[in-house]
């Protein structure tokens, strides 16, 4: 494994587990946030429930309520005026004064009949009048006939849905001794009346039937509050009863219970029980259970989407109280309104994005961090073997002549005169090594100056000639500078940056064009702009030297040693101190035909 890569394994290792907790976390917290977001939806559509089943319940109360206030003898048509209550079961004399039932003409749209049937087994209506009692109730109260003949298809509807048998064992399993004690009844001759506000009979069934079932606490409260609101309802009315059952002599009854919910054969029924010293008579309410229907969604349009809201039948073995009504043995099946959509993301949302871009953002930045200390070092490592090595062979080549003149082992004149001149370019190499080294140290702590003067072009290039030519010649070059601007454009510029530029672009060029050919250096006027192009008959720049040209020591020591002389940081320099002219420095064209470096200048 290459030692540069190690930074890179332990960072990627590091991040990998860091954005592995922070993704865990998120997917955590993103849960909880949704768990909790569910239970508040949940919570709402629990409170919209109880809403609706405490406004049916209450609208209910008052119907069961109603039937509970009234006496049993309302049952026949027509009850003899001041016995009511001792002879409401026996049969009508001659000499009696009739007084109608008030349930002959029912009002309740939510009631199809009320009937009763006797321990015989006969079935009977208040609203179905026949014979004597027919005539007395048309010429006393004028209702129509219409009404009693609906009355009496019910009457006959009611007993072909079931018989006097199986009503009797439905009230037989209802009001069993057991469940009668806890009721609200109210009770004749020796049996005191009860003082309990227990719920009513089917309820009560339906509550202890669930000996397994765990009710939650507050639903569980729920129903116990809204059934005891029925029964104190229901416990007054019959306390009323029981008064005035109290005032009237030679008391025959013995027990009137209240009226308990049952489904019968799909049919929705009130039953109670009359029990007197010549049997047991069964008093029942029909109702009409889709306008029930009809009444109670109408109740709860705000709360729950009727459309699709309805009810379950139930049984004295429900077990599960979440949604039953305590007036009727019904189970609520809810269909919930569409939330609305929620507008936007929310908070906590928001605020993950923003903790993950910034994760990223701490990512990327480390890894450009690291990045530029593993590009720092191995720029600094390259440069300290490319500097070694450029150094190496000019302070040999010092030490090596220098103890030969010192020592006198060079005698002849020319010698010495060839090992000065080596000497010489030695010196000029290292100095202008230097200088880049230096120019360029100070450009990247921007602690270089340049001082702007105005200059003609054809200024700057004799100002550099010199130099150029000198470059020029010790590679066996020949050197042409051309100036095509005629004296027209003149610069403000930093004459030192502009020949540092040219002298670098030159020894670029006297390096590695071929020998015995021709570097040309041209300037024109291009717009308001001064270009200076240097031109050399070289082999061109290969593709892979190009994509690292301008690049700071670019060059490895071993490219150095095994190539031309240099560290790779003299077009870098040169670039920058074109830019920090204002203008710039650009490959423009290489090939086998040569090359061509363009220098872009601003006007003054």
Same mark, same amino acid.
């Given at each position: 494994?290459?030692?540069?890569?190690?930074?890179?394994?332990?960072?990627?290792?590091?991040?990998?587990?860091?954005?592995?907790?922070?993704?865990?976390?998120?997917?955590?917290?993103?849960?909880?946030?949704?768990?909790?977001?569910?239970?508040?939806?949940?919570?709402?559509?629990?409170?919209?429930?109880?809403?609706?089943?405490?406004?049916?319940?209450?609208?209910?109360?008052?119907?069961?309520?109603?039937?509970?206030?009234?006496?049993?003898?309302?049952?026949?048509?027509?009850?003899?005026?001041?016995?009511?209550?001792?002879?409401?079961?026996?049969?009508?004399?001659?000499?009696?004064?009739?007084?109608?039932?008030?349930?002959?003409?029912?009002?309740?749209?939510?009631?199809?009949?009320?009937?009763?049937?006797?321990?015989?087994?006969?079935?009977?209506?208040?609203?179905?009048?026949?014979?004597?009692?027919?005539?007395?109730?048309?010429?006393?109260?004028?209702?129509?006939?219409?009404?009693?003949?609906?009355?009496?298809?019910?009457?006959?509807?009611?007993?072909?849905?079931?018989?006097?048998?199986?009503?009797?064992?439905?009230?037989?399993?209802?009001?069993?001794?057991?469940?009668?004690?806890?009721?609200?009844?109210?009770?004749?001759?020796?049996?005191?009346?009860?003082?309990?506000?227990?719920?009513?009979?089917?309820?009560?069934?339906?509550?202890?039937?669930?000996?397994?079932?765990?009710?939650?606490?507050?639903?569980?409260?729920?129903?116990?509050?809204?059934?005891?609101?029925?029964?104190?309802?229901?416990?007054?009315?019959?306390?009323?009863?029981?008064?005035?059952?109290?005032?009237?002599?030679?008391?025959?009854?013995?027990?009137?219970?209240?009226?308990?919910?049952?489904?019968?054969?799909?049919?929705?029924?009130?039953?109670?029980?009359?029990?007197?010293?010549?049997?047991?008579?069964?008093?029942?309410?029909?109702?009409?259970?889709?306008?029930?229907?009809?009444?109670?969604?109408?109740?709860?349009?705000?709360?729950?989407?009727?459309?699709?809201?309805?009810?379950?039948?139930?049984?004295?073995?429900?077990?599960?109280?979440?949604?039953?009504?305590?007036?009727?043995?019904?189970?609520?099946?809810?269909?919930?309104?569409?939330?609305?959509?929620?507008?936007?993301?929310?908070?906590?949302?928001?605020?993950?994005?923003?903790?993950?871009?910034?994760?990223?953002?701490?990512?990327?930045?480390?890894?450009?961090?690291?990045?530029?200390?593993?590009?720092?070092?191995?720029?600094?490592?390259?440069?300290?073997?490319?500097?070694?090595?450029?150094?190496?062979?000019?302070?040999?080549?010092?030490?090596?002549?220098?103890?030969?003149?010192?020592?006198?082992?060079?005698?002849?004149?020319?010698?010495?005169?060839?090992?000065?001149?080596?000497?010489?370019?030695?010196?000029?190499?290292?100095?202008?090594?230097?200088?880049?080294?230096?120019?360029?140290?100070?450009?990247?702590? =921007? /602690? @270089?100056?340049?001082?702007?003067?105005?200059? +003609?072009?054809?200024?700057? $290039?004799? %100002?550099?000639? *010199?130099?150029?030519?000198?470059?020029?010649?010790?590679?066996?070059?020949?050197?042409?500078?051309?100036?095509?601007?005629?004296?027209?454009?003149?610069?403000?510029?930093?004459?030192?940056?502009?020949?540092?530029?040219?002298?670098?672009?030159?020894?670029?060029?006297?390096?590695?064009?071929?020998?015995?050919?021709?570097?040309?250096?041209?300037?024109?006027?291009?717009?308001?702009?001064?270009?200076?192009?240097?031109?050399?008959?070289?082999?061109?720049?290969?593709?892979?030297?190009?994509?690292?040209?301008?690049?700071?020591?670019?060059?490895?020591?071993?490219?150095?040693? =095994? /190539? @031309?002389?240099?560290?790779?940081?003299?077009? +870098?320099?040169?670039?920058? $101190?074109? %830019?920090?002219? *204002?203008?710039?420095?650009?490959?423009?064209?290489?090939?086998?035909?040569?090359?061509?470096?363009?220098?872009?200048?601003?006007?003054?």
């Amino acid at each position: 494994m290459r030692r540069e890569h190690l930074p890179w394994l332990l960072l990627t290792a590091c991040l990998g587990v860091w954005l592995g907790v922070l993704g865990w976390t998120t997917c955590t917290v993103l849960r909880l946030d949704e768990s909790e977001h569910k239970a508040r939806l949940e919570a709402s559509r629990e409170e919209k429930v109880r809403l609706a089943l405490w406004r049916m319940d209450s609208f209910l109360a008052g119907l069961v309520s109603q039937e509970n206030s009234r006496p049993y003898h309302h049952y026949r048509p027509l009850f003899p005026a001041g016995a009511a209550y001792n002879r409401m079961l026996s049969n009508i004399s001659k000499d009696d004064v009739l007084i109608p039932s008030p349930l002959m003409n029912p009002q309740n749209p939510e009631v199809k009949l009320r009937f009763q049937v006797s321990p015989e087994g006969v079935f009977s209506s208040p609203q179905v009048p026949s014979g004597l009692t027919w005539t007395a109730t048309k010429d006393n109260n004028g209702l129509p006939e219409e009404l009693f003949k609906q009355g009496q298809a019910r009457l006959n509807e009611i007993g072909n849905l079931f018989t006097a048998k199986e009503l009797a064992a439905t009230c037989s399993a209802i009001f069993t001794t057991e469940n009668t004690a806890g009721t609200n009844a109210w009770w004749g001759n020796d049996i005191q009346v009860s003082n309990s506000k227990a719920d009513i009979p089917v309820l009560r069934q339906q509550l202890e039937a669930g000996n397994n079932y765990a009710i939650p606490q507050q639903q569980a409260a729920e129903l116990n509050t809204r059934r005891n609101l029925l029964n104190k309802s229901n416990y007054s009315k019959g306390m009323d009863q029981q008064q005035a059952y109290e005032t009237q002599p030679d008391r025959t009854l013995q027990l009137v219970t209240q009226f308990a919910p049952v489904w019968v054969k799909d049919e929705l029924l009130l039953v109670r029980q009359v029990v007197t010293k010549s049997g047991t008579f069964q008093q029942s309410v029909w109702l009409d259970w889709p306008q029930v229907r009809r009444e109670l969604l109408e109740l709860i349009p705000d709360l729950l989407a009727v459309p699709g809201t309805d009810f379950r039948p139930t049984g004295p073995n429900h077990t599960d109280p979440r949604r039953l009504l305590a007036s009727l043995p019904l189970e609520l099946v809810p269909a919930f309104l569409a939330e609305p959509p929620a507008e936007g993301l929310s908070p906590l949302v928001w605020s993950l994005g923003v903790a993950w871009v910034l994760a990223l953002a701490g990512v990327a930045g480390l890894g450009l961090m690291l990045r530029g200390v593993l590009v720092l070092s191995e720029r600094r490592a390259t440069f300290v073997s490319a500097v070694t090595h450029e150094l190496r062979t000019p302070l040999t080549t010092f030490q090596l002549y220098a103890e030969m003149l010192a020592e006198g082992m060079v005698p002849e004149e020319s010698k010495r005169r060839e090992y000065l001149r080596t000497l010489q370019q030695e010196a000029i190499r290292l100095s202008h090594l230097v200088e880049n080294v230096l120019g360029f140290s100070q450009l990247e702590q =921007g /602690g @270089k100056t340049q001082r702007r003067e105005s200059f +003609a072009v054809a200024e700057l $290039l004799e %100002r550099s000639e *010199g130099r150029l030519r000198m470059r020029t010649e010790e590679a066996g070059m020949s050197f042409i500078w051309k100036d095509l601007s005629s004296g027209e454009l003149r610069l403000r510029t930093d004459a030192g940056s502009v020949e540092q530029i040219l002298l670098n672009l030159v020894d670029n060029a006297a390096k590695y064009a071929t020998p015995g050919g021709t570097i040309r250096v041209e300037a024109a006027a291009e717009g308001r702009r001064a270009v200076i192009r240097v031109v050399d008959a070289g082999p061109g720049v290969s593709p892979s030297v190009r994509k690292k040209l301008f690049r700071p020591f670019s060059r490895s020591a071993e490219e150095a040693a =095994g /190539g @031309k002389p240099g560290v790779g940081l003299g077009l +870098a320099l040169s670039r920058q $101190l074109a %830019r920090g002219l *204002g203008g710039d420095l650009e490959l423009e064209k290489t090939g086998p035909e040569g090359t061509v470096f363009k220098v872009t200048l601003p006007a003054g």
